[in-house]
């Protein structure tokens, strides 16, 4: 299994290419740089995951198209065989469990936010709603002005189209499943 930096790597060209979009194009579209656009192209650095969904909105693609693995029959999948996604200095580790191949219009992902960890997302595509279910930890999560604790076995809908944010606010690490539904 590629990494997920080759996996994100292929992807962003792909698409990029696809689009008949120059490395010039895509970073005034994204606010990404150029040099950090080739970078994440070659498979090198761990770019957050802040800088993926600038690139995924400047493409006007959902986030998952630049994670999707090559498609098998049947896929188990180990969180431990998994390169996260990572944002606030390594606290936050986003795993693409399943991503959204474009064609499911849903993913899902398992994240551990270290305690006092926090991450501001970026706005998803128009029209993506957010599932989350918490199974350790607590969370702060604020959407739209709105602030709101959810703890073990609670989970949370949220749209997901505007800037929003997660806060471990516990003692312990946070861990949840996140289900993104795309348009």
Do not use: C
């Not at 399943?98 to 501001?120: Q, V």
């Amino acid at each position: 299994m590629d990494s997920m930096n080759q996996t994100v790597a292929k992807n962003i060209r792909r698409l990029r290419e696809k689009n008949r979009l120059s490395m010039d194009e895509l970073s005034k579209l994204s606010g990404v740089s150029k040099s950090m656009l080739a970078q994440i192209e070659r498979g090198e650095g761990n770019p957050t995951i802040s800088t993926l969904w600038k690139i995924s909105n400047g493409m006007k693609v959902p986030f998952d198209a630049l994670t999707v693995r090559d498609k098998i029959p049947y896929e188990i999948v180990k969180i431990s065989e998994l390169q996260p996604l990572l944002e606030d200095k390594g606290k936050v580790k986003n795993y693409s469990i399943f991503p959204d191949d474009e064609n499911r219009r849903f993913a899902i992902y398992y994240l551990e936010l270290s305690e006092g960890s926090y991450w501001e997302s970026e706005p998803h595509l128009s029209g993506t709603t957010e599932f989350i279910t918490i199974f350790s930890g607590t969370i702060e999560i604020n959407v739209d002005g709105n602030q709101f604790i959810v703890g073990v076995s609670d989970s949370i809908r949220f749209k997901a189209d505007t800037v929003h944010s997660y806060k471990n606010i516990g003692t312990e690490t946070a861990v949840l499943h996140m289900i993104l539904s795309n348009p």
